[in-house]
């Protein structure tokens, strides 16, 4: 099982921007799918951004235009770029990805905050 280290969380103030990243143990061209999510205690989890082996990407409604996700496959490290944010965006984000198994990360914190 892979192993997926996630970095860049921290506090920042409302329409600031914030750039996670996600490094795997494996070579990132082994998954067929790797996503960014996010949780708030109390709520169910939620689709933030997704990449698929053949470069087809996914947004979830409440970050399309504002959030961008990539990939450096000589770094093995999924990225996810923040921008134009908001209190809702609050949450701890977690890097997955799917190969022969399913991995995750073990997420970083996001505050945004004033």
């Known amino acids: 099982q892979a192993q997926l280290v996630e970095s860049g969380g921290g506090l920042v103030q409302p329409g600031g921007s914030l750039r996670l990243s996600c490094m795997s143990s494996?070579?990132?061209?082994?998954?067929?799918?790797m996503a960014w999510y996010r949780q708030v205690p109390g709520k169910a989890r939620e689709l933030v951004a997704s990449?698929?082996?053949?470069?087809?990407?996914q947004y979830g409604d409440a970050v399309k235009g504002r959030f961008t996700i990539s990939r450096d496959n000589a770094k093995n490290t999924l990225f996810l770029q923040m921008g134009s944010l908001k209190s809702d965006d609050t949450a701890v984000y977690s890097c997955?990805?799917?190969?022969?198994?399913?991995?995750w990360g073990q997420g970083t914190q996001v505050t945004v905050s004033s």
């Open positions: 990449i698929s082996s053949d470069d087809t990407i």
């Open positions: 997955y990805a799917v190969s022969a198994e399913r991995s």
């Open positions: 494996i070579n990132i061209l082994r998954f067929s799918l």
